[in-house]
């Protein structure tokens, strides 16, 4: 890595580990929420909104912007808190999650919160939207792109399938899909639940362009957002292998912590824990 590249490269992984602290903060708000899912796939979300995303957050409804996707919206806390560092609104936001009339439910809102470009959470259908976003947006000659974040423990449903096929069809070279594959999703491993592997095979037997990376490392998911689409022709899917749970030792690749319920004791540790790494990262 040349110098300036090192310094945006430590300076992503800071502003993920201040993103998760900002997942906890939240939590501690609620009492509760969706941690290991959103911790897994916080890596790919940061870069994607500090390095990748044209968009605006004084003008976020600007028609030219990129559209990004929370196919998994119980992963929601990771996008709320990119949206908050990224200034889309105040961090005071964060401390109304699980509230009473909080902008920031438990699944995303896009009438409730700036950022958001489509209600998620029953599990399947964002692929669907962005194909649909993809299409349009080239059908009106805007350059824009669409990233959608999946989980692997989503893939199952067919309608992402139907999807799948569509985007290739069409040639939607405009659209990326991760797969937030973590090996987890809320009852145990994927492989045991309703295994969709191989991922990488799957997805290009299906005519999309495919690579799988290590989506904890932001060396390499700068260097795969920065070679996209993977072909001009056709649409591009990065099956990102993460850890559930990242960031925190104690939950790390353990189904328990999908929802997480903390006892007070176990947040400040995580609260420790966390402010510990933004400690080591930082840059500034
Ligand atoms: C259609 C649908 N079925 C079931 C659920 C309940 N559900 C919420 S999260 C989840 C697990 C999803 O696994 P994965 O996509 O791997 O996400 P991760 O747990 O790794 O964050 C399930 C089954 C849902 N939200 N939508
Ligand atoms: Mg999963």
């Not at 509760?32 to 959103?38: I, K, R």
């Amino acid at each position: 890595m040349n110098g300036g590249r090192e310094t945006e490269i430590k300076s992503l992984e800071y502003r993920a580990s201040r993103c998760r602290r900002g997942i906890i903060r939240m939590i501690r708000s609620g009492g509760a929420g969706h941690m290991g899912g959103a911790m897994s796939c916080m890596d790919i979300i940061t870069a994607l909104y500090f390095h990748t995303l044209d968009v605006d957050p004084e003008n976020p409804k600007k028609p030219d912007r990129d559209r990004f996707i929370l196919s998994a919206g119980h992963k929601c806390m990771a996008q709320y808190a990119a949206l908050a560092e990224r200034g889309f609104f105040d961090a005071s936001f964060l401390d109304t999650y699980g509230k009473l009339g909080t902008r920031l439910p438990g699944h995303p809102d896009m009438a409730k919160l700036p950022g958001i470009e489509a209600n998620t959470g029953a599990l399947g259908h964002g692929l669907s939207i962005s194909v649909g976003m993809a299409l349009g947006l080239r059908a009106s000659g805007l350059k824009s792109r669409v990233f959608a974040v999946m989980g692997d423990g989503e893939l199952p449903e067919g309608s992402n399938w139907e999807a799948v096929s569509a985007a290739s069809h069409y040639g939607l070279s405009n659209l990326t899909a991760f797969v937030d594959a973590n090996g987890l999703q809320i009852s145990g491993r994927t492989a045991d639940v309703m295994n969709m592997a191989p991922h990488e095979a799957r997805f290009e037997a299906f005519g999309w362009a495919a690579v799988t990376i290590d989506g904890n490392d932001m060396d390499e998911i700068v260097r795969t957002l920065d070679r996209l689409p993977f072909d001009p022709a056709r649409p591009s899917a990065v099956i990102a292998r993460t850890v559930k749970g990242k960031g925190l030792a104690f939950a790390e690749d353990n189904a328990a912590y999908h929802y997480w319920k903390p006892k007070e004791e176990e947040l400040a540790a995580a609260e420790r824990e966390l402010d510990d790494a933004i400690r080591r990262k930082e840059v500034f």
